[in-house]
T-cell receptor, first 115, second 114 residues
Framework: DAGVIQSPRHEVTEMGQEVTLRCKPISGHDYLFWYRQTMMRGLELLIYFNNNVPIDDSGMPEDRFSAKMPNASFSTLKIQPSEPRDSAVYFC?????????????FGPGTRLTVT | AQKITQTQPGMFVQEKEAVTLDCTYDTSDPSYGLFWYKQPSSGEMIFLIYQGSYDQQNATEGRYSLNFQKARKSANLVISASQLGDSAMYFCAMREGPSEKLTFGTGTRLTIIP
C-alpha cells in the first residue's frame, strides 16, 4: 500500500513568490497533518485536519500560510508571499482514528529553499 | 516549561551494545500517548514505538522497548544489540488528551561505531 505522498520533493523559489506544497494521505486515513522542521525550531505542527475539516491551525505562523483539504485524498499548504525564513522541510502525515496508538505516518517531506 | 525534553544532543555507541535514549515529558492531562520516531540521514520520519498513559506494561517492538516510568514522567527508548543502521536522529513525542497534535522533543543524534 502506498504511503503518504508529497510533491514536490524539492522546491527552490525566490522571495515573494507563491509556493504550493501538495500531499496525498494514506487511503482511508481521516487525519492529515502538516509539520515544519527547521534547525532553530525543530519539528512543529502547523495545522491538522479531521475528515477534511481544519481542527487546529494554531501553529500556522502567519497569514502568509494557508492550508486546504478539498477532499479526503488531497491537501495543499500554500505560502504567499514566501520569505527566506520559510526555508525548511515540510512534512505531511496522516493517521486513522480510532486505532490504539493513532500513530502518524509521515511522508518523505518537501525541502523548501527561499532565496 | 518544555513538554518534551531530550537531554542528549548526541550519543556514540559501539555496535552490538544496548543504548538508552532519554525522554522526559510534562503534562497535567491523565490521558496521553508517547511516541518515538527515527529520522535517518535520508530525512523520512519512521515510527518506532508507542506507549499509552494507561498501558500497564512497557511497550516493545522487536529490538525497541520503551522504559515507561510514569511517576518520574520519563519514557526512555532502549535499543538492544545496536546495528550500524540504527545511526540516525531519534525524536520523542507526546499527544495529550483528545488532541491529535504531536509535540516533539529536540532529538538525539545516535551514532553507532563499528
Amino acid at each position: 500500500d502506498a504511503g503518504v505522498i508529497q510533491s514536490p520533493r524539492h522546491e527552490v523559489t525566490e522571495m515573494g513568490q507563491e509556493v504550493t506544497l501538495r500531499c496525498k494521505p494514506i487511503s482511508g486515513h481521516d487525519y492529515l497533518f502538516w509539520y515544519r522542521q527547521t534547525m532553530m525550531r525543530g519539528l512543529e505542527l502547523l495545522i491538522y485536519f479531521n475528515n477534511n475539516v481544519p481542527i487546529d491551525d494554531s501553529g500556522m505562523p502567519e497569514d502568509r500560510f494557508s492550508a486546504k483539504m478539498p477532499n479526503a485524498s488531497f491537501s495543499t499548504l500554500k505560502i504567499q508571499p514566501s520569505e527566506p525564513r520559510d526555508s525548511a522541510v515540510y512534512f505531511c502525515a496522516s493517521s486513522l482514528d480510532p486505532s490504539g496508538s493513532r500513530k502518524q505516518y509521515f511522508g518523505p517531506g518537501t525541502r523548501l529553499t527561499v532565496t | 516549561a518544555q513538554k518534551i525534553t531530550q537531554t542528549q544532543p548526541g550519543m556514540f555507541v559501539q555496535e552490538k551494545e544496548a543504548v538508552t535514549l532519554d525522554c522526559t515529558y510534562d503534562t497535567s492531562d491523565p490521558s496521553y500517548g508517547l511516541f518515538w520516531y527515527k529520522q535517518p540521514s535520508s530525512g523520512e520520519m519512521i515510527f518506532l514505538i508507542y506507549q499509552g498513559s494507561y498501558d500497564q506494561q512497557n511497550a516493545t517492538e522487536g529490538r525497541y522497548s520503551l522504559n515507561f516510568q510514569k511517576a518520574r514522567k520519563s519514557a526512555n527508548l532502549v535499543i538492544s544489540a545496536s546495528q550500524l543502521g540504527d545511526s540516525a536522529m531519534y525524536f520523542c513525542a507526546m499527544r495529550e488528551g483528545p488532541s491529535e497534535k504531536l509535540t516533539f522533543g529536540t532529538g538525539t543524534r545516535l551514532t553507532i561505531i563499528p
